[in-house]
């Protein structure tokens, strides 16, 4: 496993100091060694720490870092990252349309790089701006492709992110009872693969678990969410009948 694997697994499993602690370490060895990938990839782990944080304007600035060294190569492929992250930073600071713009370029910029995986990732964070905009039916549609190519080509690591989905979708209808369940299908889904959701899901699904408290209490949320948890993602999604309604 090299440097990226490593350090990316060690931020999906939560472990933030370590990944600040390998990250911080890697930009040195990288600035002395003339390795500007190695750069790249240290200051986006940076960037993903101070996003986890809340600190959105050190997450721009460190990924915008990260790009210019990028750009300095002329190798594309090192400008898909900081890209990603700014979209995240633009939509998490509450700049839908800009993101959406953001998450569109970086679509692009995939497709050209031939790497379906984060073509994929990108339409699941635009389907996201499309929901904060009011577009439900975009929102809706976009979520529905990406869940289908998620089972469809076995992207099994993208799983729980489909919950997530599912779960701000539902709060979006306003059926809170099906958000709560799917607070639990997703908290179980990521605990399967001994990750955490990444900062922008994360505050999706707190957003989904409050207004579902606020609406049914705390004692029928705890309910439909331990209920979701004793469900196999597939199983709470085929639930709606053959996919009815936005599922």
Request: glycine fraction near 10%; hydrophobic fraction near 45%.
């Amino acid at each position: 496993m090299g440097f990226a694997d490593e350090i990316r697994a060690a931020f999906r499993r939560g472990d933030s100091a370590e990944v600040s602690r390998m990250a911080m370490a890697e930009v040195e060895r990288a600035r002395a060694a003339g390795d500007p990938a190695g750069e790249v990839e240290a200051l986006y782990a940076m960037s993903r720490v101070a996003i986890r944080g809340g600190e959105l304007t050190r997450a721009g600035d460190l990924a915008q870092e990260a790009l210019a060294v990028a750009r300095g190569t002329g190798d594309r492929r090192l400008e898909e990252r900081p890209r990603h992250v700014l979209a995240a930073v633009t939509r998490m600071s509450g700049d839908f349309v800009r993101a959406r713009e953001l998450y569109l370029a970086s679509i692009a910029l995939n497709e050209e790089l031939g790497q379906p995986g984060m073509v994929n990732s990108e339409y699941h964070n635009l389907a996201f701006t499309e929901l904060h905009l009011g577009n439900l039916t975009a929102a809706r549609e976009l979520f529905r492709e990406g869940r289908e190519r998620v089972f469809r080509e076995g992207y099994d690591s993208f799983v729980p992110y489909v919950c997530v989905a599912g779960t701000a979708l539902a709060t979006a209808e306003g059926d809170h009872a099906r958000a709560a369940l799917m607070v639990g299908v997703s908290e179980s889904a990521f605990a399967a693969l001994g990750q955490v959701p990444d900062p922008d899901d994360a505050i999706e699904l707190q957003n989904a678990r409050e207004a579902a408290i606020q609406a049914l209490g705390a004692d029928r949320f705890e309910r439909e969410r331990a209920a979701g948890a004793a469900l196999k993602p597939v199983e709470a999604f085929s639930a709606r009948g053959g996919g009815g309604g936005g599922w």
